[in-house]
């Protein structure tokens, strides 16, 4: 009984009454166990959740499959939200582990927006986007907002004086967003392979020439580098030559090797090594768009020649679905079709894929 709680002047009845109603004894032996629990190391299972849910972290609960956890590392981060670091920390738990945190410049009109350099390209879309979206949100400042990430292609809105046009984009950023998201992503990969082709291969593509051959009548004009009027003087310059007239596209295939889509290329370029005497090398680089073939499992590219839209009305369509794809006259697509280069990649919504291919011919 609590003797010390009683005044002086308590009557027999007050005492009998505090003593009936004196649970301490009872209570006592747990509530001095129960002491300090909450700071072990590891809290009993039963008892975890509420502690959890008094510190306020079952926002993040999520993200961990242990409260010991979520409790050992949501702390700490409560008390650096508001802040970068805090940002850092809670991206680390989807394993972005090498982020670079750029704020926009001050003197524009949204100056409280950053952006975030990744530092990888996420193996799925979803949900770890989103939750990289929503993480953020709840580790930076009230007043910052993050408009985009991105890593292995980051092209940002030009500034007059301040970056070159050609690395830039007028008036934009680039990326896309997901479905349910507010944050603009923009990722890129590269695949870089060598084509080798063969004797069938020049002939189907007309580019069979050998020094000293003569010359027929052909479709192309008659200053071209290699030749003259005796014939082929230069077997490289002039297979170069009629290559790069060629109109070319980068297919990409699934693993029953069906076509998924088509890309033209941004750039076509004679990388043939100077001391060639009649193999030349043509490099074709395209860069898929945002969003093609979305979904799609792509297990190999080749190089497509001779083809365009069979729309030709939209000649400069960059990506063509196989429908979309038509050939020249007296040309099929097996014929047409140069190399199988493996890949492994599914094409998603956010990455650009950088596809280079050297043919040697």
């Known amino acids: 009984m609590a003797e010390h709680l009683l ?23 747990t509530i001095d166990a129960g002491r300090g629990v909450k700071y072990r190391p590891v809290l009993p ?24 956890m979520l409790i050992a590392v949501g702390v700490p981060w409560q008390r650096l939200r508001g802040t970068p670091l805090a940002v850092a920390v809670a991206l680390s738990w989807l394993n972005y582990t090498n982020i670079d945190i750029d704020d926009a410049h001050p003197a524009r009109r949204m100056w409280n927006r950053y952006s975030i350099g990744t530092g990888r ?20 400042p009230a007043r910052s907002v993050l408009f985009r990430g991105w890593h292995g292609y980051d092209l940002r809105a030009l500034e007059w004086s301040e970056g070159r046009w050609g690395d830039a984009i007028w008036g934009d950023d680039s990326g896309a967003r997901l479905e349910g998201g507010t944050v603009k992503w923009s990722h890129g990969e590269d695949v870089a392979s060598t084509v080798e082709a063969g004797s069938a291969e020049r002939i189907a593509l007309g580019v069979d020439v050998h020094e000293g051959d003569e010359l027929d009548w052909g479709d192309f004009p008659w200053d071209a580098p290699g030749i003259s009027w005796d014939g082929v003087e230069d077997a490289a310059a002039f297979k170069a030559f009629l ?37 030349v090398a043509i490099q074709v680089e395209c860069r898929t768009g945002f969003g093609d073939g979305a979904g799609q499992q792509a297990a190999s590219c080749a190089l497509v ?13 960059l990506w063509l679905d196989p429908e979309e794809i038509a050939f020249e006259d007296g040309f099929e697509a097996d014929d047409m079709t140069i190399g199988s280069v493996p890949l492994d990649f599914t094409f998603r919504r956010t990455v650009r894929q950088h596809v280079t291919l050297t043919l040697e011919i």
């Open 243 to 279: 290559m790069l007239r060629l109109p070319v596209y980068v297919g990409f295939y699934g693993g029953d090797g069906q076509a998924i889509g088509y890309r033209r290329p941004l750039a076509v370029r004679d990388v043939t090594n100077i001391d060639s005497v009649e193999t």
């Open 45 to 68: 299972s039963d008892f975890a959740p509420w502690v959890v849910a008094e510190y306020g972290l079952g926002p993040i609960s999520a993200y961990f499959n242990d409260a010991n």
């Open 305 to 317: 020649f001779r083809a365009r839209n069979a729309d030709q009305a939209r000649p400069g369509k």
């Open 7 to 29: 005044p002086g002047n308590a009557t027999a009845l007050e005492r009998s009454v505090s003593e009936a109603l004196d649970r301490i004894g009872y209570f006592g032996p």
């Open 121 to 140: 390209v996420p193996a799925a879309e979803l949900p770890i986007l989103l939750d990289a979206e929503y993480l953020a949100g709840l580790s930076d």
